[in-house]
């Protein structure tokens, strides 16, 4: 009985680590091939956008990634198409204005031929700012006559006078039926920018949910540990006063 149990447990202990080794080889197999993604999925790089005042002082702030998905009529296929387009930083010219309740970061690109412009507003009364208008101008060399659209209704990118708001989600703002925008790792400020710095961040919802799976799962490690704890604390006091008793 025993040679026949020692000989299983023999069995299983190579058999385990073999499985173990299986699994993580068809994972690894898995995940080991190169995998070129598309040119589409390719994630656009960050721009760092300023508006300068007239007099000269930085009074908005932004440092993003943008991906125009657009919808329009193809010249080479004559038919509608959806195509992604990422703004390049370092083709991409920043402009606009700040006044005390409104301000516009234009952003355009002779290359491309792009125009595209934010509007935010602050509410003085509650301390609040949000996108509301975005207008975008598009003559890429595909399309078959200029893409233009606008939406003054917005209400993204929401935040607090004096804080910056942040975003290292992807998110996306719908413009009009043809029209999105991708964004990645946001952070703006279009309202009293001090020193050519950001403020404090605000953090979107999304980060906000992505943070809490593990603040739940650190939470209840640290429960079970306590609970651990307190049953081996409570077992040593037990025994020990039973030895007492003895
Ligand atoms: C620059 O202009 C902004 C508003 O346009 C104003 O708040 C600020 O005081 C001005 N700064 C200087 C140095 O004039
Ligand atoms: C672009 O927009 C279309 C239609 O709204 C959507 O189906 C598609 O998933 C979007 N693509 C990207 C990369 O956001
Ligand atoms: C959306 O695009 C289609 C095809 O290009 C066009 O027919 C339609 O008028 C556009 N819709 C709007 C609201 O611009
Ligand atoms: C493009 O397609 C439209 C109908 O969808 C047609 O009337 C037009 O002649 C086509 N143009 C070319 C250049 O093929
Ligand atoms: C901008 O950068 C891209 C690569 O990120 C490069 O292909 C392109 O030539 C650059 N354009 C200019 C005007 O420097
Ligand atoms: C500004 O915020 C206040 C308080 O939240 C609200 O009552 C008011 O309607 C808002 N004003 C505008 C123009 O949205
Ligand atoms: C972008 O704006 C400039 C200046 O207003 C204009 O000359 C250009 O034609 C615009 N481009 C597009 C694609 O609308
Ligand atoms: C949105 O901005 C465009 C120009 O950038 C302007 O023509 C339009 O009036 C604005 N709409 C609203 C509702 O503010
Ligand atoms: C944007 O539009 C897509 C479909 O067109 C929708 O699924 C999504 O919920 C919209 N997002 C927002 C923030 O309205
Ligand atoms: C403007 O955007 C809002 C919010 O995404 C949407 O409900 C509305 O239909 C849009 N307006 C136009 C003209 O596309
Ligand atoms: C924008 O402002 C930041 C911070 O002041 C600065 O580091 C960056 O060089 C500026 N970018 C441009 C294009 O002016």
């Given at each position: 009985?025993?040679?026949?149990?020692?000989?299983?447990?023999?069995?299983?202990?190579?058999?385990?680590?073999l499985?173990?080794?299986?699994?993580?080889h068809?994972?690894?197999?898995?995940?080991?091939?190169?995998?070129?993604?598309?040119?589409?999925?390719?994630?656009?790089?960050?721009?760092?956008?300023?508006?300068?005042?007239?007099?000269?002082?930085?009074?908005?702030?932004?440092?993003?990634?943008?991906?125009?998905?657009?919808?329009?009529?193809?010249?080479?296929?004559?038919?509608?198409?959806?195509?992604?387009?990422?703004?390049?930083?370092?083709?991409?010219?920043?402009?606009?204005?700040?006044?005390?309740?409104?301000?516009?970061l234009?952003?355009?690109?002779?290359?491309?031929k792009?125009?595209?412009?934010?509007g935010?507003?602050?509410?003085?009364?509650?301390?609040?700012?949000h996108?509301?208008?975005?207008?975008?101008?598009?003559?890429?060399?595909?399309?078959?006559?200029?893409?233009?659209?606008?939406?003054?209704?917005?209400?993204?990118?929401?935040?607090?006078?004096?804080?910056?708001?942040?975003?290292?989600?992807?998110?996306?703002?719908?413009?009009?039926?043809?029209?999105?925008?991708?964004?990645?790792?946001?952070?703006?400020?279009?309202?009293?920018?001090?020193?050519?710095?950001?403020?404090?961040?605000?953090?979107?919802?999304?980060?906000?949910?992505?943070?809490?799976?593990?603040?739940?799962?650190?939470?209840?490690?640290?429960?079970?540990?306590?609970?651990?704890?307190?049953?081996?604390?409570?077992?040593?006091?037990?025994?020990?006063?039973?030895?007492?008793?003895?």
């Amino acid at each position: 009985m025993t040679r026949i149990t020692s000989v299983q447990s023999w069995y299983l202990g190579v058999t385990l680590p073999l499985i173990l080794a299986a699994f993580l080889h068809q994972g690894f197999a898995t995940v080991a091939p190169p995998t070129s993604p598309p040119h589409k999925d390719v994630r656009p790089d960050r721009g760092q956008y300023n508006v300068t005042n007239a007099n000269g002082t930085v009074c908005l702030l932004a440092y993003m990634g943008l991906q125009l998905n657009m919808s329009f009529t193809s010249a080479s296929l004559n038919k509608t198409v959806i195509d992604v387009f990422n703004l390049k930083p370092n083709e991409t010219k920043s402009s606009g204005g700040c006044e005390s309740d409104h301000a516009m970061l234009i952003l355009s690109s002779d290359i491309d031929k792009i125009n595209l412009t934010f509007g935010f507003i602050l509410n003085t009364t509650s301390k609040k700012y949000h996108l509301s208008n975005v207008t975008l101008s598009a003559l890429l060399t595909d399309m078959k006559e200029r893409l233009s659209v606008t939406n003054g209704s917005l209400n993204y990118l929401r935040g607090t006078l004096g804080y910056s708001y942040m975003c290292r989600d992807e998110q996306t703002l719908n413009v009009s039926v043809n029209v999105s925008i991708n964004t990645f790792q946001v952070q703006v400020q279009p309202f009293a920018v001090s020193g050519n710095q950001f403020g404090a961040a605000e953090e979107c919802q999304l980060d906000e949910d992505d943070m809490l799976i593990p603040i739940i799962v650190g939470a209840a490690l640290a429960g079970l540990v306590l609970v651990v704890l307190l049953a081996y604390l409570i077992g040593r006091k037990r025994s020990h006063a039973g030895y007492q008793t003895i």
